[in-house]
T-cell receptor, first 115, second 114 residues
């Protein structure tokens, strides 16, 4: 089973709201990722967790706060977002973080709209 | 630094025909992996096929096959017997060694005509 789940599927929030995106995998993967994707563009990496520790932060604004409570779960906490943060947020996982050959499996994504 | 180039922004194919989506790459690593993903309008990024740099044979997965030409640094995706459900954006990607992140091409939008 190569399933990564994400909730919610859609999220509309105001600029003063606080919300969270959730991601879960049960494949025993030790690396998990958050990507942001704008329409008609490739995904852009935001964060990488390896063995539940943050290993890469691609200079993401602090209004995005990742959290990895355990090896199966990954959260992205959102606070005081801007309209330009509206995008598709994709979670992915892979067996290891720095292997050149491991496949990353993606979840269905959360479509976020910031009003 | 690694780079992936997809030169076809959009492609059309007739249902039941084969189509080739182009991908060229640039890397100085002798060991690397190349990946193709399909992204329908629903948004999910679906893994299709993987080719390792040391694999002797071209990868195949059902109707998907990879035309891997190492000397030319190309890894084209061939979809045989196209179906309407194949209409989607297709991304070619490579893992970066230092960060492990996926380096994506700009993608190719494929439309299958009935």
């Amino acid at each position: 089973d190569t399933e990564v789940t994400q909730t919610p599927k859609h999220l509309v929030m105001g600029m003063t709201n606080k919300k969270s995106l959730k991601c879960e995998q049960h494949m025993g993967h030790r690396a998990m990722y958050w990507y942001k994707q704008k329409a008609k563009k490739p995904p852009e990496l935001m964060f990488v967790y390896s063995y539940e520790k943050l290993s890469i932060n691609e200079s993401v604004p602090s209004r995005f706060s990742p959290e990895c409570p355990n090896s199966s779960l990954l959260n992205l906490h959102l606070h005081a977002l801007q309209p330009e943060d509206s995008a598709l947020y994709l979670c992915a996982s892979s067996p290891r973080d720095r292997s050149l050959t491991d496949t990353q499996y993606f979840g269905p994504g959360t479509r976020l709209t910031v009003l | 630094a690694q780079k992936i180039t997809q030169t076809q922004p959009g492609m059309f194919v007739q249902e039941k025909e084969a189509v080739t989506l182009d991908c060229t790459y640039d890397t100085s690593d002798p060991s690397y992996g190349l990946f193709w993903y399909k992204q329908p309008s629903s948004g999910e990024m679906i893994f299709l096929i993987y080719q390792g740099s040391y694999d002797q044979q071209n990868a195949t997965e059902g109707r998907y096959s990879l035309n891997f030409q190492k000397a030319r640094k190309s890894a084209n995706l061939v979809i045989s017997a196209s179906q309407l459900g194949d209409s989607a954006m297709y991304f070619c990607a490579m893992r970066e060694g230092i960060t492990g992140k996926l380096i994506f091409g700009q993608g190719t939008t494929l439309q299958v005509k009935p």
